[in-house]
């Protein structure tokens, strides 16, 4: 179970090593079109969020001893589940996706993939996981705690994506009809 562990936790870890070597490199694409950061100074919470969320993970497996790592196959489903997404949003997004809140007044927001459908897909993602990546190995305070603090950051980070997206592309007109992470499939008319 342990080699199971390291393997799944490596593969995250490279995908999130991944994805920052993405966002840096659009970030140049980015200011070369005029872009600017919204709320750059709530960035470094969120970072130390995620990386204590690893350590938390680390250190509660740990204690309980790494010959007994418990593995739950429904959070690992789920947690699996949810990679797609993350994927189709990425690739929706192109160069515009980052892990910062860049806009670039006067374009038109992206609406394809899962933009269609809902306002913010890749945060969907993070909320699963921040759930299911710890229950998969039994680390439940991992999974409780880091949650909650997850609910207060984006709390924090939809308002300020959500205003300057607003302010840059008249967001809310185009937006109206999405929900925030749960899709409505039908329209009231």
Known sequence: ???LFWCVIGFVLLQRVGELLLAKRN???IKKQGGVEAGENHYKWMVLL???FFISMFVEIGSKG???ISFHLLPFLL???VQPLRI???ASLGHYWNTRIYVIKGLEPVMRGPYKYIKHPNYLVVIVELVTLPMTFGAIWTAVLFSLLNVLMLSVRISIEEAALHEAYQYKR???DQQ???PIWWRRK
Request: proline share 0%; hydrophobic share 55%.
């Open 66 to 68: 790494w010959d007994h």
């Open 79 to 81: 947690f699996c589940l």
């Open 27 to 29: 970030t140049r694409f």
């Open 50 to 52: 995620h990386v204590t």
């Open 180 to 182: 925030r992470f749960v």
């Open 1 to 3: 179970m342990v080699t």
């Open 174 to 176: 185009w937006m109206s």
């Open 88 to 90: 189709w949003s990425i």
